[in-house]
């Protein structure tokens, strides 16, 4: 069993030696002109994205100052949507109803980019293009190939796989840390944690 814990991390490291750091300061710096210009931020995935865009729209706003919304924090609003209207365009008429417009940001976590044939991801890649329509900027982190998000996204990372096996759970896990990165970056912090505000006070003592 410890040979497997050893084998995860090492391709951990591996994944990690083929990010582009240039990806992650052109997505810092559409960031950056978003908030700096009076944008919103719109935060989106499914699954395991979901879970990472709720907790990233947390550290946007409180560290970094953004005004930022969940696409799927509403469960009530987005089961109706779902119901009513379909998967596939429950994102996508959420936006619109938050009247997404050309100062704002898209950021999406996937671990495929998003497909329209095969379908996978429908719902991510109607966002996605509807932010687009409307002249809106979009990043993301994700993995694999890259699929839509990657092509046609204003700026994205992308966590590419060494083991074919592990393509979700390394995706996933490096989003979070990803975007714990940028929301640490220079250029996004605007108000430090509450453990490095103590560290700090503590350690000039």
């Given at each position: 069993m410890a040979m497997f814990s050893k084998m995860f991390l090492a391709d951990t490291i591996a994944v990690l030696s083929r990010l582009d750091l240039d990806?992650?300061?052109?997505?810092?710096?559409?960031?950056?002109?978003?908030?700096?210009?009076?944008?919103?931020?719109?935060?989106?995935?499914?699954?395991?994205?979901?879970g990472h865009a709720s907790h990233a729209t947390c550290d946007f706003r409180k560290l970094c100052g953004f005004e930022a919304y969940c696409v799927s924090?509403?469960?009530?609003?987005?089961?109706?949507?779902?119901?009513?209207?379909?998967?596939?365009?429950?994102?996508?008429?959420?936006?619109?109803?938050?009247?997404?417009?050309?100062?704002?940001?898209?950021?999406?976590?996937s671990v495929g980019g998003g497909s329209i044939e095969p379908p996978v991801s429908v719902n991510l890649v109607t966002a996605v293009q509807l932010a687009l329509e409307v002249g809106a900027k979009v990043v993301g982190i994700v993995g694999r190939d890259g699929g839509i998000l990657r092509q046609l996204s204003t700026a994205s990372i992308h966590?590419?796989?060494?083991?074919?096996?592990?393509?979700?759970?390394?995706?996933?896990?490096?989003?979070?840390?990803l975007w714990h990165l940028i929301v640490s970056h220079p250029e996004m912090l605007v108000s430090e944690a509450k453990w490095e505000g103590i560290d700090r006070v503590s350690t000039s003592k």
């Open positions: 990806d992650i300061e052109r997505v810092v710096s559409v960031l950056k002109t978003t908030r700096d210009s009076g944008g919103r931020l719109f935060l989106c995935g499914s699954g395991g994205g979901a924090d509403n469960v009530s609003e987005l089961t109706a949507r779902v119901n009513d209207d379909g998967w596939e365009t429950s994102y996508s008429n959420w936006l619109l109803s938050s009247r997404i417009r050309s100062k704002d940001c898209l950021f999406v976590f966590v590419r796989p060494v083991d074919a096996s592990l393509v979700t759970p390394q995706t996933e896990g490096l989003q979070a840390l």
